[in-house]
């Protein structure tokens, strides 16, 4: 006879990932976990001190994972799967760990493991940077890649600043394929700024170490008050509809129903030269 004991929305704090600026700040890594243990020990005793206490599965796992040094989640999520497979008397375990913009799931038992991983939707972005600009965007695009696997990419080009005096910007567009709904995107785009020194502080419109927008996300035409608007009303600008063109150019505005190539054929800066950078 088999009982199962959950344990959900366990937050751990850690330093993970692959690349310099994600071992700089701590993430909130959070745990949900089911496991099965059998209980005819325990239930024959009458004893609590031999059943699954999931305190104890909490304070092992927060010790672990607040030492944890590896850089993979998914590769986390199995050590967890199997730390709590071997050190405490259970049968399966199904684990699944979230960290901004990142899902891993285990399912362990003592036959082995499965892995998921699910596309939801393509979505257009638009990269900027007027601090540091070359290394910040190219910093950005690795981390995009690293995330999201192959990638399209436009090339990086100069505009001046929008909405305030500043230093010109380095903008650039790129398409990739999310397993991330919207909202979740666009947090862990939120954890990526931040990531490059992000200043949320200041006014709305000032110099920027990385600032990365979705444009489009499929063809929805949707607003989360306060969060997010799709499609994005700077698709408006040079700096963002000209390098989505490059890259995008049959892509459909849904509001419009204008190819992107069409709307930067009409815009009123078309046809200006702006200096190209390749990142």
Known sequence: MHDKVFIEGLEIEALIGIYDWERRIRQTLVFDIEMAFDNRIPAASDDIALTLNYKDVSKRLIDY??????????????????LILSEFNVSHVRLKLSKP????????????????????????LSLGS?????ANLRSAVAALRARFGE???????????????????LNAAAVIDSDLDPLALNDWLHALEDAHGRDRGGPRFGDRTLDIDIVFYDDLVREWPGQLQLPRD????????????????DWVEPRSG????DLWR???????RWMRVAL
């Open 234 to 249: 700077e698709l408006r600008h040079a700096f963002v509809l000209m390098p989505l063109a490059e890259i995008a150019p």
């Open 151 to 169: 990638i399209a990419l436009s090339a990086a080009y100069v505009f001046p600043a929008v909405g305030f005096d500043g230093v010109d910007f």
């Open 130 to 134: 007027n601090i540091n600009a070359e």
């Open 65 to 82: 994972v607040g030492q944890s040094g590896f850089g993979l989640v998914e590769t986390l999520a199995e050590r967890c799967a199997g």
């Open 258 to 261: 204008k190819a992107l190539q």
């Open 101 to 124: 913009g990142a899902v891993a799931r285990r399912a362990r038992g003592r036959g082995g493991h499965r892995a998921w991983k699910g596309l939801m939707g393509r979505a257009c």
């Open 266 to 272: 009409a815009h009123r800066e078309h046809g200006a």
